[in-house]
Protein backbone atom coordinates (compact mmCIF):
# COMPACT_ATOMS: atom_id res chain seq x y z
CA UNK A 1 0.00 0.00 0.00
CA UNK A 2 1.13 3.92 -0.19
CA UNK A 3 0.95 6.61 1.77
CA UNK A 4 -0.28 9.61 0.21
CA UNK A 5 0.83 12.19 2.67
CA UNK A 6 -0.04 15.94 2.54
CA UNK A 7 1.01 18.65 5.33
CA UNK A 8 -0.95 21.38 5.44
CA UNK A 9 -1.09 24.88 7.29
CA UNK A 10 -4.01 27.14 6.40
CA UNK A 11 -4.44 25.81 3.29
CA UNK A 12 -8.54 24.97 3.30
CA UNK A 13 -9.33 26.65 0.47
CA UNK A 14 -7.03 24.42 -2.16
CA UNK A 15 -7.48 20.81 -0.20
CA UNK A 16 -10.75 19.82 -1.97
CA UNK A 17 -8.55 19.55 -5.68
CA UNK A 18 -6.14 17.39 -4.00
CA UNK A 19 -8.68 15.32 -2.60
CA UNK A 20 -10.93 15.12 -5.76
CA UNK A 21 -8.01 14.07 -7.14
CA UNK A 22 -7.50 11.15 -4.95
CA UNK A 23 -11.33 10.01 -5.91
CA UNK A 24 -10.12 9.78 -9.33
CA UNK A 25 -7.38 7.51 -8.98
CA UNK A 26 -7.24 4.34 -11.16
CA UNK A 27 -5.70 2.87 -8.19
CA UNK A 28 -7.35 3.14 -4.52
CA UNK A 29 -5.10 0.89 -2.64
CA UNK A 30 -3.52 3.90 -0.43
CA UNK A 31 -4.39 5.69 2.45
CA UNK A 32 -4.70 9.59 2.44
CA UNK A 33 -2.38 10.80 5.47
CA UNK A 34 -2.70 13.93 6.69
CA UNK A 35 -0.80 15.87 8.95
CA UNK A 36 -2.32 19.70 9.74
CA UNK A 37 0.87 21.87 10.68
CA UNK A 38 -1.33 24.20 13.11
CA UNK A 39 -3.88 25.20 10.82
CA UNK A 40 -6.32 28.25 11.90
CA UNK A 41 -8.67 28.48 8.65
CA UNK A 42 -10.98 25.77 9.44
CA UNK A 43 -8.66 22.99 7.73
CA UNK A 44 -10.21 20.65 10.98
CA UNK A 45 -13.73 21.46 9.97
CA UNK A 46 -13.06 20.49 6.54
CA UNK A 47 -11.51 17.05 7.26
CA UNK A 48 -14.26 16.12 10.10
CA UNK A 49 -16.24 16.66 6.80
CA UNK A 50 -14.45 14.56 4.56
CA UNK A 51 -13.51 11.63 7.13
CA UNK A 52 -17.77 11.58 7.52
CA UNK A 53 -17.89 10.55 4.06
CA UNK A 54 -17.69 6.57 2.28
CA UNK A 55 -14.10 7.26 0.83
CA UNK A 56 -12.91 4.47 -1.27
CA UNK A 57 -9.91 4.96 0.29
CA UNK A 58 -8.31 5.58 4.80
CA UNK A 59 -8.17 8.94 5.64
CA UNK A 60 -6.40 9.87 8.53
CA UNK A 61 -6.03 13.38 9.74
CA UNK A 62 -3.87 14.78 12.80
CA UNK A 63 -2.89 18.23 14.31
CA UNK A 64 -0.75 19.29 15.72
CA UNK A 65 1.39 22.47 16.78
CA UNK A 66 3.01 24.42 13.88
CA UNK A 67 6.33 22.95 13.70
CA UNK A 68 7.08 23.14 10.33
CA UNK A 69 6.78 20.72 7.01
CA UNK A 70 9.58 18.78 8.38
CA UNK A 71 8.18 17.89 12.09
CA UNK A 72 4.81 17.12 9.97
CA UNK A 73 7.14 14.88 7.68
CA UNK A 74 8.69 13.27 10.83
CA UNK A 75 5.34 12.77 12.38
CA UNK A 76 4.06 11.50 9.15
CA UNK A 77 6.42 8.80 8.81
CA UNK A 78 5.72 7.55 12.16
CA UNK A 79 2.42 6.88 11.66
CA UNK A 80 2.40 5.88 7.97
CA UNK A 81 0.97 2.08 7.26
CA UNK A 82 2.18 2.34 3.35
CA UNK A 83 5.17 0.59 2.49
CA UNK A 84 5.93 4.01 0.07
CA UNK A 85 5.36 7.19 1.35
CA UNK A 86 4.59 9.81 -1.25
CA UNK A 87 4.55 13.46 -0.67
CA UNK A 88 1.89 15.67 -2.18
CA UNK A 89 1.24 19.35 -0.65
CA UNK A 90 -1.65 20.72 -0.15
CA UNK A 91 -1.66 23.22 -3.59
CA UNK A 92 -0.81 20.28 -5.94
CA UNK A 93 -2.56 17.35 -6.52
CA UNK A 94 -2.34 14.31 -8.38
CA UNK A 95 -2.94 12.62 -11.95
CA UNK A 96 -5.79 9.85 -12.31
CA UNK A 97 -2.61 7.22 -12.72
CA UNK A 98 -0.75 8.35 -10.09
CA UNK A 99 -0.85 5.41 -7.42
CA UNK A 100 -1.44 3.24 -10.31
CA UNK A 101 2.08 3.59 -12.09
CA UNK A 102 3.89 4.96 -8.80
CA UNK A 103 2.99 0.98 -7.87
CA UNK A 104 4.18 -0.81 -11.33
CA UNK A 105 7.24 1.18 -11.07
CA UNK A 106 8.19 0.04 -7.64
CA UNK A 107 7.73 -3.55 -9.14
CA UNK A 108 10.77 -2.71 -11.76
CA UNK A 109 12.90 -2.24 -8.93
CA UNK A 110 15.55 -5.61 -8.95
CA UNK A 111 18.20 -6.80 -6.45
CA UNK A 112 21.04 -4.81 -7.86
CA UNK A 113 20.70 -1.80 -5.78
CA UNK A 114 20.22 0.11 -2.73
CA UNK A 115 16.63 1.32 -3.67
CA UNK A 116 15.02 4.61 -1.31
CA UNK A 117 11.72 4.68 -3.85
CA UNK A 118 11.37 5.96 -7.13
CA UNK A 119 9.49 8.80 -8.99
CA UNK A 120 8.00 9.95 -11.70
CA UNK A 121 7.95 14.23 -13.14
CA UNK A 122 5.97 17.12 -11.59
CA UNK A 123 4.52 19.28 -14.51
CA UNK A 124 2.17 22.06 -15.08
CA UNK A 125 -1.37 21.88 -15.99
CA UNK A 126 -0.73 23.04 -19.38
CA UNK A 127 1.52 19.75 -19.49
CA UNK A 128 4.83 21.29 -19.41
CA UNK A 129 7.64 19.17 -17.16
CA UNK A 130 8.96 20.87 -14.72
CA UNK A 131 12.90 20.73 -15.25
CA UNK A 132 12.21 18.89 -18.36
CA UNK A 133 11.74 15.60 -19.79
CA UNK A 134 13.64 12.56 -19.09
CA UNK A 135 13.86 10.89 -22.33
CA UNK A 136 15.18 7.56 -21.45
CA UNK A 137 12.70 4.58 -20.19
CA UNK A 138 14.12 4.95 -16.87
CA UNK A 139 17.32 6.70 -15.05
CA UNK A 140 18.84 5.30 -12.08
CA UNK A 141 20.67 7.80 -9.95
CA UNK A 142 21.22 9.11 -6.25
CA UNK A 143 19.73 12.31 -5.38
CA UNK A 144 23.30 14.03 -5.36
CA UNK A 145 23.69 12.75 -8.71
CA UNK A 146 20.35 14.56 -10.11
CA UNK A 147 22.79 16.95 -12.43
CA UNK A 148 24.80 14.93 -13.53
CA UNK A 149 21.90 12.92 -15.57
CA UNK A 150 19.81 16.23 -16.43
CA UNK A 151 17.28 15.11 -13.33
CA UNK A 152 16.36 19.43 -13.28
CA UNK A 153 13.51 20.80 -11.09
CA UNK A 154 11.00 19.34 -8.26
CA UNK A 155 10.24 16.03 -8.94
CA UNK A 156 7.55 13.81 -7.63
CA UNK A 157 9.91 11.07 -5.14
CA UNK A 158 8.21 8.37 -3.41
CA UNK A 159 10.58 7.06 -0.99
CA UNK A 160 10.10 3.47 0.98
CA UNK A 161 8.79 4.12 4.45
CA UNK A 162 11.08 2.27 6.01
CA UNK A 163 13.93 4.11 4.93
CA UNK A 164 12.97 7.38 5.84
CA UNK A 165 12.42 6.21 9.54
CA UNK A 166 15.90 5.92 9.53
CA UNK A 167 16.64 9.22 8.88
CA UNK A 168 14.14 11.87 10.37
CA UNK A 169 14.89 15.38 9.83
CA UNK A 170 16.75 17.41 12.45
CA UNK A 171 14.32 19.88 14.53
CA UNK A 172 16.18 23.10 15.76
CA UNK A 173 14.03 24.73 18.75
CA UNK A 174 12.71 27.75 17.45
CA UNK A 175 12.86 27.14 13.75
CA UNK A 176 10.28 25.75 11.46
CA UNK A 177 12.05 25.37 8.39
CA UNK A 178 14.91 23.13 7.20
CA UNK A 179 15.48 22.14 3.31
CA UNK A 180 14.23 18.29 2.95
CA UNK A 181 17.49 17.76 0.56
CA UNK A 182 19.33 17.46 4.15
CA UNK A 183 17.40 13.84 4.29
CA UNK A 184 17.17 13.02 0.72
CA UNK A 185 21.21 13.86 0.49
CA UNK A 186 21.97 11.63 3.18
CA UNK A 187 20.37 8.59 1.78
CA UNK A 188 21.92 9.60 -0.81
CA UNK A 189 25.14 9.89 0.84
CA UNK A 190 24.56 6.06 2.41
CA UNK A 191 24.27 4.93 -1.13
CA UNK A 192 20.42 4.28 -1.84
CA UNK A 193 19.16 5.36 -5.31
CA UNK A 194 16.21 6.31 -6.85
CA UNK A 195 14.86 4.78 -10.14
CA UNK A 196 13.71 8.41 -11.99
CA UNK A 197 10.74 8.32 -14.45
CA UNK A 198 9.53 10.07 -17.06
CA UNK A 199 5.77 10.52 -16.77
CA UNK A 200 3.84 13.67 -15.35
CA UNK A 201 2.12 12.15 -12.35
CA UNK A 202 1.98 15.21 -10.06
CA UNK A 203 0.76 18.33 -11.04
CA UNK A 204 1.87 21.59 -9.25
CA UNK A 205 1.31 25.18 -8.32
CA UNK A 206 3.63 27.69 -6.61
CA UNK A 207 1.35 29.92 -4.50
CA UNK A 208 1.81 32.85 -2.78
CA UNK A 209 3.17 32.11 0.59
CA UNK A 210 4.39 28.75 -0.08
CA UNK A 211 7.60 27.24 1.16
CA UNK A 212 9.16 28.09 -2.60
CA UNK A 213 8.08 31.31 -3.00
CA UNK A 214 9.47 32.35 0.12
CA UNK A 215 13.41 32.27 -1.10
CA UNK A 216 16.40 33.36 1.00
CA UNK A 217 14.70 34.64 4.00
CA UNK A 218 13.32 31.08 4.73
CA UNK A 219 17.42 30.52 5.46
CA UNK A 220 17.97 33.39 7.51
CA UNK A 221 15.30 32.62 9.56
CA UNK A 222 16.18 29.20 10.33
CA UNK A 223 19.87 29.85 10.47
CA UNK A 224 20.73 26.18 12.65
CA UNK A 225 19.01 24.23 9.77
CA UNK A 226 20.77 26.00 7.50
CA UNK A 227 24.06 25.41 8.99
CA UNK A 228 23.06 22.17 8.84
CA UNK A 229 22.20 21.85 5.27
CA UNK A 230 25.63 23.42 4.36
CA UNK A 231 27.76 21.24 6.48
CA UNK A 232 26.42 18.55 4.67
CA UNK A 233 26.00 19.88 1.68
CA UNK A 234 29.84 20.71 1.39
CA UNK A 235 30.28 16.70 2.82
CA UNK A 236 28.79 15.08 0.00
CA UNK A 237 29.82 17.39 -2.72
CA UNK A 238 33.04 17.73 -1.60
CA UNK A 239 35.64 19.03 -4.37
CA UNK A 240 32.91 20.03 -6.74
CA UNK A 241 33.49 24.09 -6.84
CA UNK A 242 29.73 24.80 -7.69
CA UNK A 243 28.31 23.42 -5.23
CA UNK A 244 30.52 23.79 -2.61
CA UNK A 245 30.34 27.65 -3.36
CA UNK A 246 26.26 27.58 -3.26
CA UNK A 247 27.28 26.03 0.50
CA UNK A 248 29.29 29.42 1.13
CA UNK A 249 26.70 31.95 -0.34
CA UNK A 250 23.59 30.68 1.08
CA UNK A 251 24.74 30.15 4.94
CA UNK A 252 26.67 33.48 4.69
CA UNK A 253 24.05 35.53 3.41
CA UNK A 254 21.30 33.82 6.19
CA UNK A 255 23.96 35.02 8.81
CA UNK A 256 25.22 37.85 7.71
CA UNK A 257 25.50 40.67 10.07
CA UNK A 258 25.52 38.37 12.91
CA UNK A 259 28.36 36.59 12.51
CA UNK A 260 31.85 37.19 11.56
CA UNK A 261 33.32 35.87 8.31
CA UNK A 262 35.78 34.56 10.85
CA UNK A 263 33.37 32.90 13.00
CA UNK A 264 31.14 31.64 9.68
CA UNK A 265 34.71 29.83 8.00
CA UNK A 266 34.97 27.77 11.58
CA UNK A 267 31.57 26.73 11.32
CA UNK A 268 31.45 25.34 8.01
CA UNK A 269 35.20 24.16 7.89
CA UNK A 270 36.74 26.20 4.88
CA UNK A 271 38.82 29.19 4.87
CA UNK A 272 38.15 32.52 4.58
CA UNK A 273 39.12 33.51 1.59
CA UNK A 274 37.58 31.09 -0.22
CA UNK A 275 33.86 32.80 1.45
CA UNK A 276 35.21 36.12 -0.40
CA UNK A 277 35.55 33.89 -3.40
CA UNK A 278 32.52 32.40 -3.63
CA UNK A 279 30.88 36.15 -2.63
CA UNK A 280 32.49 37.46 -5.38
CA UNK A 281 32.09 34.73 -7.95
CA UNK A 282 28.24 34.94 -7.47
CA UNK A 283 27.90 38.70 -8.07
CA UNK A 284 29.75 38.51 -10.87
CA UNK A 285 27.41 36.01 -12.02
CA UNK A 286 24.05 38.20 -10.54
CA UNK A 287 25.74 40.95 -13.20
CA UNK A 288 26.09 38.78 -15.99
CA UNK A 289 22.56 37.83 -15.35
CA UNK A 290 21.12 40.68 -14.92
CA UNK A 291 20.33 40.80 -11.31
CA UNK A 292 21.56 43.18 -8.85
CA UNK A 293 22.68 41.63 -5.83
Known amino acids: MITVFTPTYNRKNTLNKLYESLLSQTDKNFEWLVV ?142 ITEEVVWNRIAEDGYYLRWFGDIIYICEYLEGGLTKSGDEKYAKNPQGTLYWAKLHLRVFHGKLRDEMKAVCRYYEAVKGKKTKKEIAEELGVGRFFISFSLFIKKIRNLISGKNG
Open 36 to 177: DDGSTDGTESYFADISSRENPFDVVYVKQQNGGKHRAINKGVSLARGEIFFIVDSDDYLTPDAVEKLSAWINTLGNEKKWAGVSGCRGYENGKTIGGGITKKFIDAKNTERRKYGLLGDKAEAYFTEVLKKYPFPEFDGENF
